[in-house]
């Protein structure tokens, strides 16, 4: 038993050291996008929580995004809403990427119509 002691103290610290890097990454994200409206940041927590299947939550941080002018954040902002069925929206998302200078954006937007 006590060979295994060492193995599971070993692992223990490492998920420990894996949550605590993912706690203090989302609560610096958090604090960059709501605190210094910084766009980008809030696209990582959009995507960070779409990942977990938190949509609402993740509808709000790409929007953020989007009106920070940040153009990935737009770009997303337009599929969460389109999977939402919120075509108008999603449009006005995707066009706001395509002037922000997303390339694939246009390209979506070349292909709707």
């Known amino acids: 038993m006590e060979r295994y002691a060492k193995t599971f103290a070993i692992l223990g610290i ?3 050291v894996i949550l605590v890097y993912y706690v203090w990454q989302v609560d610096f994200q958090e604090y960059t ?7 980008a940041s809030c696209a990582i927590l ?3 929580h779409e990942e977990h299947h938190e949509f609402e ?5 790409y929007e953020r995004s989007c009106t920070l ?4 954040g737009c770009f997303r902002f337009s599929l969460l809403l389109e999977q939402r069925g919120e075509p108008k929206r999603a449009i ?5 990427s ?3 200078g997303y390339k694939e954006g246009c390209k979506q937007i070349k292909t709707e119509k």
Do not use: H, P, T, V
Request: charged share 25%.
């Open 14 to 16: 490492f998920l420990s």
């Open 33 to 39: 996008c709501e605190s210094e409206n910084n766009g």
């Open 46 to 48: 959009g995507k960070s």
């Open 57 to 61: 939550r993740a509808l709000k941080y």
């Open 69 to 72: 002018e940040y153009s990935l």
């Open 92 to 96: 006005a998302a995707m066009e706001k």
């Open 98 to 100: 395509c002037q922000l």
